[in-house]
């Protein structure tokens, strides 16, 4: 913990190999995500998907419980990448994927079978659709405790209190809910009326955090 995770990946395994050799402990490694791509250069080998699954299938991410595999690199995320992921990461329980500039299709309603601990996940509007977010949350169900949401600006991909409902209906456990919107401001995000918020709070008996 006193060591920065960026200083274990770029400088601290360059040492000598016993140091090497310690920085690649699953141990030292249960997430990977925003601490590791502050300030990473824009022209950063990882930036290509192929060197970071690759880069992702060392034996020190094995035990990995949280990750951010986009970055500021805005990726776009396809079934292959998806299915790498969770086989080098099997164990993941916390997916950052609102950095994702597209998932594509449908692949968001696989990830509670391909990540049997998943139970946390932050997702953008502007690469998930609404309605697949709803079947995610449905396939989740009680495993879903903090579900993080963010909606760009001037989209019509939004929120609603019918998907307020079906979150609040199948997952009894959820515990932290977060919806945001960034950039420029748009009439359709405010699509949420106060009894709809209000129903949503009082229909789930867990939840304790709310934005």
């Not at 601490?35 to 060197?51: A, G, H, T, V, Y």
């Not at 405790?145 to 199948?170: H, K, M, Q, W, Y």
């Not at 919806?179 to 420029?184: D, E, H, I, T």
Request: hydrophobic fraction near 35%; aromatic fraction near 10%.
């Amino acid at each position: 913990d006193f060591c920065p995770k960026k200083e274990l990946l770029h400088n601290v395994s360059l040492v000598c190999s016993d140091w090497r050799t310690a920085t690649q402990s699953p141990e030292l490694w249960p997430r990977l995500d925003s601490e590791i791509w502050q300030n990473e250069p824009r022209k950063s080998p990882l930036k290509s998907m192929k060197r970071f699954l690759t880069f992702l299938s060392r034996p020190q991410f094995s035990r990995l419980e949280v990750l951010e595999p986009t970055g500021n690199f805005y990726r776009t995320l396809n079934r292959q990448n998806f299915d790498k992921i969770a086989k080098y990461c099997p164990l993941i329980e916390e997916l950052h994927l609102h950095g994702c500039l597209a998932v594509y299709d449908d692949e968001i309603v696989r990830l509670p079978d391909l990540f049997p601990k998943l139970k946390k996940i932050k997702v953008c509007l502007g690469s998930v659709y609404s309605d697949d977010l709803v079947r995610f949350v449905q396939i989740m169900g009680a495993r879903l405790i903090e579900l993080r949401v963010f909606t760009p600006g001037g989209g019509s991909n939004v929120c609603t209190d019918d998907t307020l409902a079906s979150i609040s209906n199948a997952c009894a456990n959820l515990e932290v809910f977060e919806y945001n919107y960034f950039g420029s401001w748009s009439p359709n995000f405010n699509q949420l009326t106060p009894h709809g918020i209000v129903t949503f709070i009082e229909s789930c008996p867990k939840l304790h955090d709310i934005k």
